[in-house]
């Protein structure tokens, strides 16, 4: 192993004095010597035995400038002012928090996209100087500046896949070729448990239910995981969708791989597919969901009565159109094995809404509905409106909590 720096620095003042004072055979066998212990360029070596530790004049910035050959220059202080002073970092700050600390890719397309509506929002304190620098300003310089403030909290949820293998004969397993996943209508399907860390009895679920293509997402709560509220949860979605359902792709579940999905499936004209046994990462679109939507949003809690899964319906109400119409996402293209490590290529982050309008497979009548609901809607009143339903959610919890509401025996 060789020298380190500081090593290389030490052996050529030691070489140096000797070097000067040698003889010209002496020289050659100091610099040979010296070249074999540290590797330089022998110019170089010759050029550092002759001037380590003199003096030099040099011209740095059209000044005249005394350096000492081997001694490193003194860095100088930056004095410069900061680009993004306290107004800009407090109001990043505040949307940062407002909109569910968001990444820095996601968070400043969702700035540039809505800045308008951001800047009528008193709170911010976003005034024209603030909205110039906050439409230039780059994720990294959005992920740096909100460094401090950036906490997580990785909590690891619970598995409630009971196989059902029924059906599992007459349900395919999707591979990569079945699914054109390039188009949109191709959905994943998965349910998440609100049992609060309890697996006992009654309580309820969500139904997620993703967009392979564009990322659009519908959530829908479920009393329990019954065929039945699968089923019509199922319709529901199929039913409000601005584009139609053409496959629908699922775990191992009971609560998917039954008669009654799979006749509805059927009905519709929808290619109904399974995942493989024991590989989450076949339905990875919608597993990434369940924690970075549902469980950020409504947390673990156990959810079992009447009122909670009213007021779950509430929270998924006003959600669902926040994610779809302004929420960023970012959509992997490809990705590369090197050596042990694998590099990921994603695309440009965009809201599900904006890849649906820019795909040439969603029909004019539907981007036409888009649109509308699209030019309805407004980024900080529906957000307004999912802290509201979930602070009412959190409340009707801890009020059943209290002895206030009764349980329902039956969901």
């Known amino acids: 192993m060789g020298l380190t720096m500081k090593g290389k620095k030490d052996l050529t003042a030691v070489k140096c004095a000797r070097y000067r004072k040698a003889s010209k055979d002496q020289k ?3 610099l040979d010597d010296f070249l074999k212990d540290t590797g330089y360029n022998r110019k170089y070596a010759i050029h550092l035995l002759a001037n380590w530790g003199k003096r030099k004049l040099c011209v740095v910035d059209g000044k005249p400038v005394r350096l000492v050959v081997g001694k490193p220059r003194e860095r100088k202080k930056r004095t410069g002012k900061p680009l993004y002073g306290p107004a800009v970092k407090t109001a990043l700050r505040k949307i940062w928090e407002l909109f569910d600390y ?6 400043a397309v969702l700035i540039r996209l809505n800045l308008a509506a951001l800047a009528n929002q008193p709170d911010l304190g976003i005034d ?3 909205g110039q620098k906050l439409l230039r300003i780059s994720p990294a310089t959005i992920d740096r500046l909100l460094a401090p403030q950036r906490k997580k909290l990785q909590l690891k949820g619970r598995s409630h896949t009971r196989a059902g293998s029924l059906l599992k004969n007459q349900i395919p397993i999707r591979v990569f070729f079945d699914w054109d996943e390039r188009k949109p209508g191709f ?3 998965d349910t998440v448990a609100h049992d609060g860390g309890n697996s006992t009895g009654h309580y309820c679920f969500t139904l997620c239910v993703t967009d392979v293509y564009s990322g659009w997402v519908e959530l829908r709560a479920l009393p329990n995981q019954a065929h039945r509220w699968v089923k019509e949860a199922a319709e529901e979605v ?3 969708l601005p ?3 053409k496959g629908v792709d699922s775990d191992n579940g009971g609560e998917f791989i039954n008669h009654q999905l ?3 499936a059927n009905d519709k004209h929808i290619q109904f597919t399974r995942g493989r046994p024991y590989r989450k990462n076949d339905n990875c679109f919608v597993e990434q969901k369940n924690g970075d939507i549902v469980r950020r949003v409504v947390g673990y809690y156990r959810f079992v009565s009447e009122a909670e899964y009213r007021a779950l319906q509430q929270v998924y109400k006003h959600l669902c159109p926040l994610l779809n119409f302004f929420y960023p996402s970012m959509k992997i293209i490809s990705k590369t094995r090197i050596g042990s490590k694998v590099k990921k290529t994603y695309d440009p982050p965009k809201p ?8 040439p497979d969603v029909q004019a009548a539907s981007k036409a509905k888009l649109r509308m609901r699209l030019h309805k809607a407004d980024i900080v009143r529906q957000k307004r409106l999912v802290d509201q339903a979930v602070a009412r959610l959190i409340r009707t919890y801890q009020d059943r909590v209290q002895g206030l509401l009764p349980l329902h025996g039956d969901a």
């Open 28 to 30: 050659q066998r100091i």
């Open 128 to 130: 024209k100087q603030v």
């Open 352 to 359: 599900p809404c904006q890849r649906l309008l820019d795909s």
């Open 243 to 245: 584009f139609p359902m």
């Open 262 to 264: 799979v006749d509805w």
């Open 102 to 107: 968001m990444c820095g890719k996601r968070l």
């Open 238 to 240: 199929r039913g409000q």
């Open 187 to 189: 959905f994943e399907l």
